[in-house]
């Protein structure tokens, strides 16, 4: 099998994580309370997003109900508003403005205007295997204005095989 066939299969076998996210525990800091997270979510309604409200940044923490592997990310957003760099981090919970700069990310992505219309940022998949939650740091925007929009963020993967405590493999599974 090439390679390119063994990605695209691997792309294939993903699916959106929106039914593994723990909404009760969601936090989202430095947002206008009048265009909250939940407006970044999984509705394509261009009169609805997310945006900063004091300066670009956005800090957005995303528990799963069960462990995950990530594989990608969608970020949605305006072409001038639309945020520019997203530093991602894995398992690290209660992060602010003031401590974000002293953890090194997982990985940070550079998003194009490709990538916000929709187009996937594949992530270096070693360093999200075992994920229990996401901290999404959006970093500045693509013109250098005061506010970020963020239109939508979907993330894809699979839900990690787990073992029981007789041994027995369990495999939590997302199919509908």
């Not at 090439?2 to 969601?26: C, H, K, N, P, Y």
């Not at 194009?112 to 187009?119: A, E, Q, R």
Request: glycine content about 6%; proline content about 5%; overall charge negative.
């Amino acid at each position: 099998m090439s390679a390119e066939s063994a990605a695209t299969t691997m792309l294939r076998s993903q699916v959106d994580l929106l039914d593994f996210i723990d909404w009760s525990g969601v936090e989202c800091l430095n947002y206008n309370s009048s265009h909250p997270l939940p407006n970044a979510g999984y509705r394509e309604d261009d009169g609805l997003n997310l945006e900063s409200d004091a300066d670009e940044q956005l800090l957005i923490y995303l528990p799963f109900t069960q462990v995950v592997k990530l594989h990608s990310i969608v970020v949605k957003g305006p072409e001038e508003e639309g945020p520019k760099t997203v530093k991602l981090f894995s398992n690290r919970e209660h992060m602010g403005f003031s401590n974000v700069n002293d953890f090194p990310p997982s990985d940070t992505v550079v998003l194009s205007s490709d990538n916000l219309k929709g187009h996937p940022v594949v992530l270096k998949f070693v360093k999200f295997q075992n994920v229990r939650s996401l901290t999404i740091f959006v970093e500045d925007n693509q013109s250098g204005s005061e506010i970020t929009k963020v239109l939508k963020i979907a993330l894809f993967g699979t839900t990690v095989e787990t073992t029981d405590m007789k041994g027995l493999k369990k495999i939590e599974d997302h199919q509908h």
